[in-house]
């Protein structure tokens, strides 16, 4: 059996670049043939952190050759670059610093969210995602705004205490009598990752060294999620970049509304109440019109065949019904946007509109349909030849 590789990421979390021996280089056989070839290559030691703790594995740099993934299977750390490296030879391998201090600055910050919610509430982590967007933690229990705003207050408050994080592997006495959260039953050598007077976690991630390097704390959203709560939240640049985001944004909507960004709310909320209001009255307006439209037609009429494209499709069907009072036959109204694609309504008191609805959509590419006495459909076509035919049907 191979022996472990020296874990360098344990030893110091800031390691950037080391130099290492190639122990072995092979190349990946991939499913898909015509991908562009790929190798696995051990280290007697690395900087490389592979995925755990819900922590993504690092990407890099080895001798200028990309590292894409890294992952460790029985202490064996593999990493997996895009050109192979000679066996023997000594390499430099350098992570993506920017990338790894990022997922540590949010990685620490969710064991203070986490242990800070265990001590107040008692609830427990029970999912963690370290996604692109966002960072989200999943708890077993319910959280108010007030909670939540509590938490983000206190963890910000773990960041300008500046506390060194400890990092420790007690004995299985030493671990008896130490309470920390833990995900699952843990064997072996357990890692303990401490924020003093905040959290203590078995954890196998590196994390920041103090909690000031975090930057600073955003819990964005709070969300009903299973049985608790899903909590995302942003830290360091990342909060800094969201926080551009949104400041844009509203003074973008506060332009546009002439009103000042603390008042978008409430202009917003006037906007809504006063366009409510002006689409009640227009469609009183609409009413009141079709009244008169329809008393337009002579009473005694047979058969009526109307084009109006000011009357919306959702108000063929009052009309239709306020035509059949004046129109023994059959009454057909059609509207359009783009006299070209037309909504129509047949209705007819005595007459059963549906084979006409039938005949006008197998000659119109139409569809649509309803009852004996009412037909509501769409169809495409030329508005002469419609009326036309029309003519000729309802004669
Ligand atoms: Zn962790």
């Not at 994080?165 to 401490?194: A, F, M, Q």
């Not at 924020?195 to 976690?201: E, F, Q, V």
């Not at 306020?322 to 783009?338: H, K, N, Q, Y």
């Not at 039938?358 to 030849?385: C, H, I, P, W, Y």
């Amino acid at each position: 059996m191979s022996e472990s590789t020296i874990q360098l990421y344990n030893q110091d979390s800031h390691r950037k670049t080391f130099e290492a021996v190639v122990l072995t280089c092979v190349e990946q056989i991939r499913e898909n043939s015509d991908a562009n070839p790929r190798y696995v290559v051990t280290l007697d030691a690395t900087a490389f952190f592979p995925e755990g703790g819900g922590q993504p594995s690092d990407t890099g740099t080895i001798n200028g050759i990309a590292v894409f993934n890294v992952r460790e299977d029985d202490g064996i750390i593999f990493h997996t670059l895009a050109a192979p490296l000679t066996v023997g030879e000594t390499v430099t391998g350098k992570i993506d610093w920017a990338r790894r201090f990022d997922l540590m600055q949010h990685h620490t910050a969710e064991h203070i969210i986490s242990g800070l919610v265990h001590k107040y509430f008692g609830y427990d982590n029970v999912g963690f995602h370290m996604g692109s967007e966002a960072i989200n933690i999943d708890f077993n229990g319910n959280l108010t705004e007030a909670d939540i705003r509590r938490v983000e207050f206190d963890a910000n408050g773990a960041v300008y205490e500046n506390i060194p994080i400890e990092i420790s592997y007690p004995n299985p006495e030493e671990l008896k009598s130490l309470n920390y959260r833990s995900k699952k039953e843990l064997s072996g050598n357990i890692r303990i990752v401490t924020i003093p007077g905040y959290d203590t976690c078995a954890c196998c991630a590196p994390h920041v060294a103090l909690t000031g390097e975090i930057g600073g704390i955003k819990i964005n959203s709070c969300q009903k999620y299973k049985s608790g709560v899903r909590v995302s939240m942003l830290c360091g640049t990342r909060a800094l970049q969201d926080y551009n985001i949104k400041e844009k944004s509203v003074a973008d909507i506060s332009v546009l509304l002439s009103a000042k960004p603390q008042e978008v709310q409430e202009t917003v909320k006037n906007l809504k109440n006063e366009n409510l209001s002006l689409k009640g009255r227009l469609s009183n307006l609409q009413n009141q019109i079709l009244n008169y439209k329809a008393a337009a037609v002579p009473e005694g009429t047979n058969s009526i065949c109307i084009f109006d494209n000011d009357i919306t499709a959702n108000f063929l069907r009052p009309y239709a019904n306020l035509l059949m009072e004046r129109c023994s036959g059959i009454c057909a109204v059609f509207t359009s946007t783009d006299d070209r694609e037309y909504k129509y309504i047949l209705a007819g008191k005595s007459t059963d509109v549906r084979p006409l609805g039938k005949s006008l959509n197998e000659a119109f590419q139409g569809k649509g349909g309803g009852s004996r006495e009412m037909v509501q459909g769409s169809l495409t076509g030329d508005r002469r030849l419609i009326d036309k035919f029309m003519a000729d049907l309802t004669v």
